[in-house]
Protein backbone atom coordinates (compact mmCIF):
# COMPACT_ATOMS: atom_id res chain seq x y z
CA UNK A 1 0.00 0.00 0.00
CA UNK A 2 0.83 3.75 -0.60
CA UNK A 3 0.30 6.38 1.03
CA UNK A 4 1.50 10.20 0.85
CA UNK A 5 2.57 11.82 4.52
CA UNK A 6 1.83 15.16 3.92
CA UNK A 7 4.78 16.50 5.55
CA UNK A 8 7.98 18.61 4.29
CA UNK A 9 9.52 17.90 7.67
CA UNK A 10 12.12 15.57 6.49
CA UNK A 11 13.16 14.51 10.60
CA UNK A 12 9.23 13.84 11.01
CA UNK A 13 9.46 11.46 7.13
CA UNK A 14 12.46 10.08 8.66
CA UNK A 15 11.08 9.06 11.73
CA UNK A 16 7.49 7.99 10.70
CA UNK A 17 9.11 5.88 7.94
CA UNK A 18 11.47 3.93 10.17
CA UNK A 19 8.09 3.16 12.83
CA UNK A 20 6.24 2.09 9.76
CA UNK A 21 8.77 0.21 8.21
CA UNK A 22 8.40 -1.67 4.88
CA UNK A 23 4.22 -2.33 6.17
CA UNK A 24 3.31 0.37 4.21
CA UNK A 25 5.39 2.68 1.43
CA UNK A 26 5.47 6.47 2.77
CA UNK A 27 5.36 8.99 0.03
CA UNK A 28 6.56 12.21 0.68
CA UNK A 29 5.31 15.94 -0.74
CA UNK A 30 8.65 15.41 -3.14
CA UNK A 31 7.60 12.23 -4.27
CA UNK A 32 4.40 13.05 -5.61
CA UNK A 33 5.89 16.72 -7.18
CA UNK A 34 4.77 18.92 -4.37
CA UNK A 35 6.37 21.89 -3.21
CA UNK A 36 3.23 23.94 -2.07
CA UNK A 37 3.68 26.36 1.39
CA UNK A 38 0.67 24.16 3.15
CA UNK A 39 -1.34 26.15 5.20
CA UNK A 40 -1.64 25.79 9.14
CA UNK A 41 -4.10 28.13 9.96
CA UNK A 42 -6.29 26.15 12.53
CA UNK A 43 -6.35 26.85 16.39
CA UNK A 44 -6.19 23.59 17.70
CA UNK A 45 -3.47 20.00 17.02
CA UNK A 46 -6.99 18.18 15.05
CA UNK A 47 -7.86 21.55 12.66
CA UNK A 48 -4.04 21.61 11.09
CA UNK A 49 -3.87 18.07 10.62
CA UNK A 50 -6.98 17.81 9.10
CA UNK A 51 -6.36 21.28 7.07
CA UNK A 52 -2.82 19.17 5.73
CA UNK A 53 -4.53 16.48 4.48
CA UNK A 54 -7.52 18.09 3.19
CA UNK A 55 -5.13 20.05 1.10
CA UNK A 56 -3.29 16.98 -0.62
CA UNK A 57 -6.45 15.02 -1.49
CA UNK A 58 -8.25 18.44 -3.09
CA UNK A 59 -5.07 18.57 -5.25
CA UNK A 60 -3.46 15.57 -5.68
CA UNK A 61 -6.77 13.12 -5.22
CA UNK A 62 -4.92 10.37 -3.18
CA UNK A 63 -4.75 8.53 0.30
CA UNK A 64 -2.62 10.61 2.66
CA UNK A 65 -2.34 11.29 6.26
CA UNK A 66 -0.77 15.03 8.12
CA UNK A 67 -0.14 14.87 11.96
CA UNK A 68 0.30 18.19 13.95
CA UNK A 69 2.30 17.95 17.21
CA UNK A 70 2.27 20.46 19.99
CA UNK A 71 3.97 20.43 23.41
CA UNK A 72 1.40 21.36 26.25
CA UNK A 73 3.26 22.48 29.51
CA UNK A 74 1.02 22.42 32.48
CA UNK A 75 2.32 25.73 34.16
CA UNK A 76 1.95 27.48 31.15
CA UNK A 77 -1.69 26.54 30.40
CA UNK A 78 -1.04 24.43 28.11
CA UNK A 79 1.38 26.17 26.05
CA UNK A 80 2.93 26.01 23.54
CA UNK A 81 0.15 23.91 22.00
CA UNK A 82 -0.47 24.23 18.23
CA UNK A 83 2.04 27.06 17.92
CA UNK A 84 5.04 24.87 19.06
CA UNK A 85 7.16 24.90 15.76
CA UNK A 86 6.99 28.66 15.33
CA UNK A 87 6.86 29.58 19.94
CA UNK A 88 10.32 32.09 19.85
CA UNK A 89 8.29 34.24 16.97
CA UNK A 90 4.67 33.67 17.97
CA UNK A 91 2.05 37.21 19.20
CA UNK A 92 -0.09 35.64 22.26
CA UNK A 93 -3.30 36.68 18.72
CA UNK A 94 -0.71 33.73 17.02
CA UNK A 95 0.45 35.90 14.65
CA UNK A 96 4.57 35.58 13.16
CA UNK A 97 6.67 38.37 14.66
CA UNK A 98 9.78 36.61 13.07
CA UNK A 99 11.26 33.79 11.92
CA UNK A 100 9.19 30.32 12.47
CA UNK A 101 10.65 26.70 13.15
CA UNK A 102 13.88 28.51 15.44
CA UNK A 103 14.41 25.22 17.83
CA UNK A 104 16.82 26.53 19.83
CA UNK A 105 14.69 29.88 20.31
CA UNK A 106 11.56 28.15 21.14
CA UNK A 107 12.99 26.59 23.86
CA UNK A 108 14.90 29.55 24.89
CA UNK A 109 11.43 31.06 25.30
CA UNK A 110 10.11 27.76 26.85
CA UNK A 111 13.06 27.84 29.64
CA UNK A 112 12.44 31.34 30.30
CA UNK A 113 8.59 31.29 30.37
CA UNK A 114 9.20 28.35 33.12
CA UNK A 115 12.11 30.17 35.27
CA UNK A 116 12.56 28.56 38.34
CA UNK A 117 8.72 27.14 38.74
CA UNK A 118 8.80 23.52 40.47
CA UNK A 119 6.07 22.67 38.26
CA UNK A 120 7.33 21.07 34.90
CA UNK A 121 4.68 18.22 33.91
CA UNK A 122 4.41 18.54 30.48
CA UNK A 123 3.22 16.26 27.42
CA UNK A 124 3.93 15.62 24.06
CA UNK A 125 0.63 15.34 21.96
CA UNK A 126 0.21 14.05 18.47
CA UNK A 127 -2.96 13.89 15.86
CA UNK A 128 -2.92 12.67 12.52
CA UNK A 129 -5.55 13.29 10.32
CA UNK A 130 -6.10 9.97 7.68
CA UNK A 131 -7.88 10.84 4.32
CA UNK A 132 -8.54 7.21 2.35
CA UNK A 133 -9.34 7.24 -1.42
CA UNK A 134 -12.08 4.05 -1.02
CA UNK A 135 -12.91 3.38 -4.79
CA UNK A 136 -16.59 2.65 -4.99
CA UNK A 137 -16.94 0.05 -8.43
CA UNK A 138 -13.89 -2.19 -9.14
CA UNK A 139 -13.04 0.16 -12.25
CA UNK A 140 -11.91 2.65 -10.14
CA UNK A 141 -13.62 5.17 -11.72
CA UNK A 142 -15.38 6.76 -9.17
CA UNK A 143 -13.66 6.66 -5.11
CA UNK A 144 -15.19 8.58 -1.84
CA UNK A 145 -13.43 9.94 1.02
CA UNK A 146 -13.13 8.07 4.11
CA UNK A 147 -11.53 10.33 7.55
CA UNK A 148 -10.44 9.31 10.13
CA UNK A 149 -8.20 10.86 13.73
CA UNK A 150 -5.47 8.93 15.74
CA UNK A 151 -3.88 10.52 18.75
CA UNK A 152 -0.86 9.54 20.80
CA UNK A 153 0.30 11.26 23.80
CA UNK A 154 4.09 11.22 26.06
CA UNK A 155 3.74 12.09 29.50
CA UNK A 156 6.73 14.07 31.17
CA UNK A 157 8.54 16.79 32.10
CA UNK A 158 10.69 20.07 31.21
CA UNK A 159 14.24 19.91 32.27
CA UNK A 160 16.68 22.85 33.49
CA UNK A 161 18.76 22.43 31.00
CA UNK A 162 19.39 21.53 27.75
CA UNK A 163 20.57 17.73 27.00
CA UNK A 164 21.42 15.58 24.19
CA UNK A 165 22.25 16.08 20.15
CA UNK A 166 19.73 13.73 18.63
CA UNK A 167 16.31 14.47 17.87
CA UNK A 168 14.79 17.58 16.97
CA UNK A 169 12.22 20.41 18.16
CA UNK A 170 12.06 20.55 22.10
CA UNK A 171 13.64 16.83 22.62
CA UNK A 172 16.58 18.17 24.64
CA UNK A 173 14.29 19.37 27.10
CA UNK A 174 11.45 16.76 27.27
CA UNK A 175 12.53 13.87 29.41
CA UNK A 176 9.63 10.98 29.13
CA UNK A 177 7.80 9.44 32.58
CA UNK A 178 10.24 5.97 33.05
CA UNK A 179 13.13 7.51 31.76
CA UNK A 180 16.38 9.47 33.35
CA UNK A 181 17.05 11.23 29.84
CA UNK A 182 15.45 13.66 28.04
CA UNK A 183 14.39 12.40 24.37
CA UNK A 184 18.21 13.78 22.46
CA UNK A 185 19.43 11.67 25.13
CA UNK A 186 17.21 8.53 24.24
CA UNK A 187 18.27 7.85 20.95
CA UNK A 188 15.97 7.24 17.77
CA UNK A 189 15.51 3.17 18.79
CA UNK A 190 13.95 4.11 21.60
CA UNK A 191 12.20 7.42 21.03
CA UNK A 192 10.41 5.65 18.22
CA UNK A 193 9.31 3.36 20.26
CA UNK A 194 7.61 5.33 22.89
CA UNK A 195 7.13 8.95 21.45
CA UNK A 196 3.43 10.56 20.79
CA UNK A 197 4.42 10.22 17.34
CA UNK A 198 4.76 6.29 17.37
CA UNK A 199 2.03 6.07 19.52
CA UNK A 200 0.20 8.09 16.76
CA UNK A 201 1.13 6.44 13.80
CA UNK A 202 0.95 3.00 15.74
CA UNK A 203 -2.53 3.15 15.77
CA UNK A 204 -2.71 4.40 12.12
CA UNK A 205 -0.77 1.69 10.95
CA UNK A 206 -3.03 -1.05 12.55
CA UNK A 207 -6.10 0.97 11.21
CA UNK A 208 -4.48 0.41 7.68
CA UNK A 209 -3.02 -2.99 7.88
CA UNK A 210 -6.75 -4.16 8.79
CA UNK A 211 -8.87 -2.50 6.70
CA UNK A 212 -10.20 -3.35 3.58
Not at 31 to 54: F, H, S, V, W, Y
Not at 96 to 109: F, K, P, V
Not at 152 to 164: C, L
Request: glycine fraction near 8%.
Amino acid sequence: MKIVFATNNAHKLQEVRHILGDKIEVLSLKDIGCDADIPETGTTLEENARQKAEYIWQHYHCSVFADDTGLEVEALGGAPGVYSARYASTAPDGSLIGESHDSEANMARLLHELGENNNRHARFRTVIALILKRNVCPCGCTSIKEEHLFEGIVNGEITRHRSGSEGFGYDPIFRPDGYDQTFAELGADIKDSISHRARATQKLCEFLLNTK
